[in-house]
Each structure stands twice: as structure tokens, then as C-alpha cells.
């Protein structure tokens, strides 16, 4: 059936809501209004207060008492209104939810789900607009998901509720209203597994979340001129699907990545970093190429702030131009 992304993501929350009597919500105006971006509209009128519950303004004490509620046997749910503010709560994730597990000898689990609306392009501003996901890649003990398609948004949002440690999905704000099929079955999604969401032979371009369509259109404007890419979408970060990006990169010679957070110490230096240091390094034919935000502050300002992300044509001019200039043809 097709749905919004939005749609999407909220089905899946009826559905293991409706299987699991252990999985609640809780964030800031989810209940009668339903969430900042409408997400979990309706699901308080269907469940009640006590599973769709409205909390402070208090990013803190919403997913200190997540993990609480996970370590007694729930299955909560967080919602922060923008993933933004989930920094106000970095000693409840890094320093708790992440170790949990580890510090007690694998006894312990934190089923914790950490949902948020990610991403430039709604001219919400720097505070509201970041791309943080290399923050939480780094931490030991937290799983990254990052669909970029209502199904996707289903079948991971299911895989991550039904994990045992702690998970946070970033959704991207200009997702929400993007239509797609998704299917009505409760099969979750493998966390870990990318798509080939275009196959290629002469590069590689490994992307992730909204960027995925971005580079998927660039792709088509270079068919037209004679480039065949491939595209990845490697829907989760952590953990990352190596083995698909390598075995891609052995079939095309060339890796490039594209993202919308800023390149410093990005996923695209990670991803070219264990590209190095696997056996597809003696695959490549030319540099790594990174496409990614420039380096500062999302601008309130919409032509900067477009300025700002990957766009279709900058994508395609930089991997034009890389192609011609390592002699791909």
C-alpha cells in the first residue's frame, strides 16, 4: 500500500504497539497534537495516556526515564521533537544507555528506541537543522538508522524497537511527506543490510537518508551523458553493510560518498577509511571522491541554506568531473 514516510514510520509504531503490550512513547507534544511533525497523530486517542505519554521539556529526563522504564522490561520509545536536542541528554546516551550492557556483563539490556527529525531544508535554522549522526557512529553500544524510504522507515523503526540495546533513528524532515509502497506485513527490516538502490559499472556512490534521492536523480542526469553509477544505500551506519559497499566497489573501481553532514569527521571519512583498509583498496582506480555539506553552521537563510546541502546538480558536477578527470571513459 503507499503511504508518506510519516505514515510510515506511525504504522509501525501501531503495529508493535498493537503486538508488544511492552511498547509506549513518550516526548515532548506527542500525545494530542500529535508531535511536531504530525508523526504520532492519532495514537494517544488509540492507546491511551499511559502509552503515548507527553512529558516536560526536559530531553534529559525523557530518555534518563527510557532507560529506566527499558531495564524493568518495557520497550519505550522516545521521540525528540528535533534530533537536534538530543544533545541536552548526551550523559543519558553515551555515558548510560550505551554501556549498560557492557559494564554489567552482558546481564543487562537496553531496549531504548531514540526516534528524531534530522536535516536541513525546512529553514528551521542551525539549531534545528544538524546532521548529527557521526556523533553517536563513534559511541560504542548505539545502533544508527537512517531510512530513506517509507518502507525502509517501517521495516527498521520495527527491527530497532525489537532490539535488545539501545537504537536511535534519525528521520529526515524532508522525508515526511515523500510517498512510497510499503508493505503491510509486521516483518521488520535487518539492521545492518544496505540496498543497491541502482546498479552501475563505472563508480561507486555510497549515500544514506534523504540524500539517497538526491543522488539517485544526479545518477539519471549522467546516464544521460554516458556515466553508469551505482548507488548504495546503506540504511543504517551502525552497523555498517561493508561487505556490499566493498563488493560494489569491486565491480566499478571508484568509491565516492555522499552526505549531508558537514565532511569533517564525517561517515564519508569512515566509509573511505575501511574501503583502505579492505581488500577492495587493490580494486580502486582512482582518489575517493566525498560530497557532503559545506563546513558550517546550517544557514536560517534559504538560498545559503541550499547552498549549504548537496544538490542534485552539485552532486552531478562533482562526480562529472571526477569521472573525466580519472579517465573513466
Not at 559494564?103 to 528506541?113: D, Q
Not at 563505472?202 to 553509477?229: C, K, N, P, Q
Amino acid at each position: 500500500m503507499e503511504m508518506t514516510y510519516a505514515a510510515a514510520v506511525r504504522y509501525a509504531l501501531e503495529q508493535e504497539m498493537e503486538r508488544d503490550p511492552r511498547v509506549f512513547i513518550m516526548g515532548e507534544d506527542i500525545g494530542v497534537y500529535g508531535g511536531a511533525f504530525g508523526v504520532t497523530m492519532g495514537l494517544v486517542e488509540r492507546f491511551g495516556k499511559e502509552r503515548v505519554r507527553d512529558t516536560p521539556i526536559a530531553e534529559e529526563g525523557i530518555v534518563g526515564a527510557g532507560i529506566g522504564a527499558s531495564l524493568v522490561g518495557m520497550r519505550p520509545i522516545v521521540e525528540i521533537q528535533f534530533s537536534d536536542f538530543i544533545m541536552n541528554a548526551m550523559d543519558q546516551v553515551v555515558n548510560q544507555a550505551a554501556k549498560i550492557h557492557f559494564m554489567f556483563g552482558g546481564r543487562m539490556h537496553v531496549p531504548l528506541v531514540i526516534r528524531g527529525p534530522a536535516g536541513a531544508g525546512t529553514g528551521a535554522a542551525a539549531q534545528h537543522s544538524q546532521s548529527l549522526e557521526a556523533w553517536f557512529h563513534h559511541v560504542p553500544g548505539l545502533k544508527v538508522v537512517m531510512p530513506a524510504t517509507p518502507d525502509d522507515a517501517r521495516g527498521l523503526l520495527l527491527a530497532a524497537i525489537r532490539d535488545p540495546n539501545p537504537v536511535i533513528m534519525f528521520e529526515h524532515k524532508l522525508l515526511y511527506k515523500m510517498k512510497g509502497e510499503v508493505e503491510e506485513s509486521g516483518e521488520a527490516l535487518p539492521l545492518g543490510q544496505a540496498r543497491i538502490a541502482r546498479p552501475g559499472r563505472d563508480a561507486t556512490l555510497v549515500t544514506y537518508s534523504f540524500m539517497v534521492h538526491r543522488v539517485l536523480e544526479a545518477a539519471t542526469l549522467l546516464a544521460g551523458e554516458g556515466w553508469d553509477i551505482e548507488v548504495i544505500d546503506l540504511r543504517t551506519i551502525v552497523p555498517m553493510d561493508l561487505a556490499t559497499v566493498t563488493a560494489s566497489v569491486g565491480r566499478t573501481g571508484r568509491l565516492a560518498v555522499c552526505h549531508e553532514a558537514v565532511g569533517r569527521g564525517g561517515i564519508g571519512g569512515e566509509i573511505a577509511a575501511r574501503v583502505w583498509e579492505s581488500e577492495a583498496f587493490d580494486f580502486l582506480d582512482a582518489p575517493l571522491l566525498r560530497i557532503t555539506g559545506l563546513d558550517t553552521p546550517v544557514p536560517y537563510s534559504p538560498p545559503l541554506e541550499q547552498a549549504f546541502m548537496p544538490s542534485v546538480e552539485r552532486i552531478h558536477d562533482s562526480v562529472k568531473s571526477w569521472l573525466t578527470r580519472e579517465g573513466a571513459h
